[in-house]
């Protein structure tokens, strides 16, 4: 085989956890080789940027060692609304090879910073309605941002063979578990420590897409103000664990009121979907990330913005060997969506 025959596997460097996916093909689809995870100390990477590259390397060659990961080649994705910018926009119609030379002009009016400082993909769409136009996908990192991530993997022995967007992951992974529900928006949310990436699909194609610096942090942080705890037992105790005479029972309402502010934010980016792009509804919500854990948050979600919400399966589709843990695999499932999505990535993708 010429293609698809290079290994590789899915790194998802969050602020909180740093998880690691690896997919093997088989009969058409996929077998889980590998999933693990690393928890990273608070502070270590913030608002998207690596703060501490020496204890975040340490932390990657860890992982790899905890996990056994044989491959040295990686995908690895980006957030950040401050570092990523995604955009439906409208051309005239041109081959592939034609927007390829053209694309950094036309991204010039919509990336708000310097076109020299970003890289620059895309992706097109389709035909729209009106005759002579096409729908494209762009989407500009920052170069800076990549370099920091790049290097930091390249110093843990890795090789990055390709940098995604968190928000694309997400939708590989429900494109490849979920069957597409024709004429539907589907609202992927990935609700990590400190970001929430939204991505709504509607028939397998992204039509939104939006990343907000809110998280699952801040119930955390306001469990540590309200018992006086450590950043450590306030996460204890936000995950049902009952520390220094703190019940969780006793914490649910702190959480409980924790949740409002996060909840608003979600609800406000779909109100801000459904008025600027489309005019039509959500149909439902795919929950994911850690914050999807969080005691009652899709049930709380799902009365807050009236959307149904369902806890994302990653590994729905994918078959598990017997030497995998099936509960926890079930259990903490919804964190791994985002290194799932990373792990289908093969290098010539687009
Ligand atoms: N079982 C659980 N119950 C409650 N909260 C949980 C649970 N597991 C993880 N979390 C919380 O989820 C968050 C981690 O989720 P995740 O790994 O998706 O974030 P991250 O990718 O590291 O962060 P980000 O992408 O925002 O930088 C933390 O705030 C953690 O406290
Ligand atoms: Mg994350």
């Known amino acids: 085989m010429f293609f698809g025959g290079r290994a590789s596997f899915g790194l998802d460097i969050g602020s909180s956890y740093i998880k690691a996916v690896q997919l093997k093909e088989k009969r058409g689809g996929y077998e889980l080789e590998l999933f693990d995870m690393v928890h990273l100390p608070p502070e270590l990477i913030v608002d998207g940027s690596i703060i501490d590259s020496i204890r975040l390397v340490e932390a990657l060659r860890q992982l790899v060692k905890k996990a056994r990961i044989k491959t040295k080649n990686v ?44 890289s620059v993909d895309f992706q097109i769409l389709g035909p729209k309605e009106e005759p002579g136009q096409m729908d494209v996908m762009l989407v500009a990192v920052k170069k800076d941002i990549i370099n920091e991530y790049v290097n930091v993997v390249k110093e843990a022995g890795l090789v990055p063979v390709a940098v995604d967007v968190n928000a694309f992951a997400l939708s590989n992974m429900h494109e ?62 936000q995950r049902g664990e009952e520390v220094e005479g703190v019940s969780p029972e006793g914490a649910f309402g702190v959480m409980l009121a924790a949740y409002e502010e996060i909840l608003t934010e979600i609800t406000r980016s779909l109100e801000y979907f459904q008025t600027t792009t489309v005019h039509e509804e959500t149909s439902r919500v795919i929950l994911s990330g850690g914050g999807a854990l969080l005691k009652d948050f899709p049930k709380e979600l799902a009365r807050k913005t009236g959307v149904e919400v369902s806890l994302a399966e990653p590994f729905r589709t994918i078959s598990i060997p017997k030497r995998f843990d099936r509960t926890l695999l079930e259990e903490t499932g919804p964190i791994a969506a985002v290194a799932v999505g990373l792990a289908m990535r093969r290098p010539d993708d687009r």
């Open 75 to 118: 995908v690895i994705g980006i957030a950040g609304h401050a570092s990523v910018i995604i955009r439906r926009i409208s051309l005239p119609e041109m081959t592939e090879e034609e927007l390829e030379e053209s694309i950094r002009f036309e991204a010039e009016q919509y990336v708000p910073f310097d076109i020299e400082d970003v």
């Open 176 to 237: 490849m578990n979920y069957e597409i529900e024709a004429g539907r928006n589907i609202a992927l949310v990935n609700l990590g420590a400190r970001t929430i990436n939204l991505n709504v699909v509607k028939n397998g194609i992204s039509v939104f897409t939006r990343d907000s610096s809110i998280g699952a942090n801040s119930v955390t942080e306001a469990l540590q103000k309200e018992f006086h705890l450590t950043y450590d037992n306030a996460e204890k105790l």
